[in-house]
């Protein structure tokens, strides 16, 4: 056990005790290649398939076949991005997302423009919801292949108007694609009530192991999706290599549980928030307003000094913090600051500001170091 308070469960959590117990397992058991012709190997192809419709079943799609296995998040987002924007069929290709996305979002973005991919980046709200009227008038200015938008964002908790957005994109004739590595857990997720035709997934953001993600895949009505690894023509051609199965049991079995128990962890977390809320000194509040739509487990928090300052200051407490993504650390604690909360108009607390991010998991006796820490600051 760690002696560290740790608040850093948007960026990875430690992998489940039940989750560990299965992977292990799975690792000695389905050892053989999936893609193998004999018995042995076909008994990983089952457990793969069996995990594909857990997986499928707990977020909502209507086939097995609509998940796609891939490395991480990441690599799922670049899939689902590069992929549908440079598949052959595409003449002209256009990407619409906002400028709170997450960089693995951004910079597969970045590389789109580099292949002649038009891409606009809308601002959002100041509250960081997307702008409805904005994404309107940009799917109306030219045709669109994609519209990218993450259902809960990374560092202020913000949780998008998920089923607007889908109907925006698909009045205009674009796909849907949402990055759900943050909403796994913290809200309900269900594919068909968002009616996206894409939707990326990691891990270790809900107590799996790293090294796994998945893309969902919408199979009717089709999306077309060009492989951005080649080799074998695995998972329907979009993502070569020999499956881990272990992996993948793992993620599925944690997906299950995830959704199964996002209620009773929605509750939990809720109220250690609501106790870090009621116990902050004045001069510390939140980014966004309550009435805001957010998930309980992510709070970012506007304060009176540098955020690396404090980073340095919780490290020697043994609080485990942040100041935004764990994936621009080094930005965030420079001078700049979050580019999400520049985007959302909040210059002034941007490079000031702190992201406390909680689980159902977490200890009394953390959520008392943390308080105390504020207290003392």
């Given amino acids: 056990m760690t002696d560290w308070a740790y608040f850093d469960y948007a960026a990875t959590t430690a992998i489940d005790e039940e989750i560990f117990t299965v992977y292990t397992a799975a690792l000695r058991e389905y050892f053989a290649n999936s893609g193998a012709f004999y ?57 619409i997302t906002v400028a709170t996305e997450h960089k693995a979002v951004l910079d597969a973005a970045g590389s789109l423009l580099k292949n002649a991919v038009k891409v606009e980046i809308l601002p959002p709200r100041a509250d960081g919801i997307v702008d409805l009227d904005a994404l309107e008038a940009a799917l109306k200015e030219r045709k669109t292949t994609l519209v990218s938008v993450m259902a809960v964002n990374n560092e202020t908790g913000v949780v998008q108007p998920m089923r607007e957005i889908a109907d925006l994109a698909h009045k205009y004739g674009a796909k849907f694609h949402t990055d759900a590595t943050q909403a796994l857990g913290k809200i309900p997720v269900n594919i068909a009530d968002w009616d996206c035709d894409l939707a990326s997934f990691s891990g270790h953001k ?81 980014n966004i307003a309550d009435n805001t739509p957010h998930c309980s487990q992510i709070l970012s928090l506007a304060t009176d000094k540098n955020s690396r300052e404090l980073l340095e200051l919780a490290n020697t407490h043994k609080i485990a913090i942040a100041a935004g993504s764990a994936c621009t650390t080094e930005t965030l604690q420079g001078t700049g600051g979050s580019y999400v909360l520049k985007a959302m108009n909040k210059q002034a607390v941007a490079a000031k500001s702190l992201r406390i991010s909680l689980a159902h998991c977490s200890k009394n006796w953390e959520i008392e170091r943390l308080i105390n820490f504020f207290q003392k600051i």
């Fill in 206 to 286: 809900i107590f799996a192991p790293k090294g796994i993600g998945a893309l969902f895949v919408r199979k009717f009505p089709k999306v077309r999706v060009a492989a951005q690894i080649n080799g074998g023509g695995q998972e329907r051609g979009m993502r070569a290599g020999t499956l881990p199965t272990a992996l993948i049991i793992a993620f599925a079995r944690a997906c299950r549980k995830a959704v199964e128990n996002q209620e009773n962890w929605q509750k939990i977390t809720e109220n250690l928030r609501a106790e870090i809320l009621n116990n902050l000194p004045e001069k510390i509040c939140l």
């Fill in 39 to 95: 018995d042995l190997a076909k008994k990983s192809f089952e457990a793969i398939f069996a995990a594909r419709c857990e997986f499928a079943t707990a977020i909502g799609a209507d086939s097995s076949d609509e998940i796609i296995w891939t490395s991480s998040a990441t690599e799922a987002n670049n899939l689902a991005l590069k992929g549908v924007c440079l598949h052959k069929d595409v003449r002209e290709g256009r990407l």
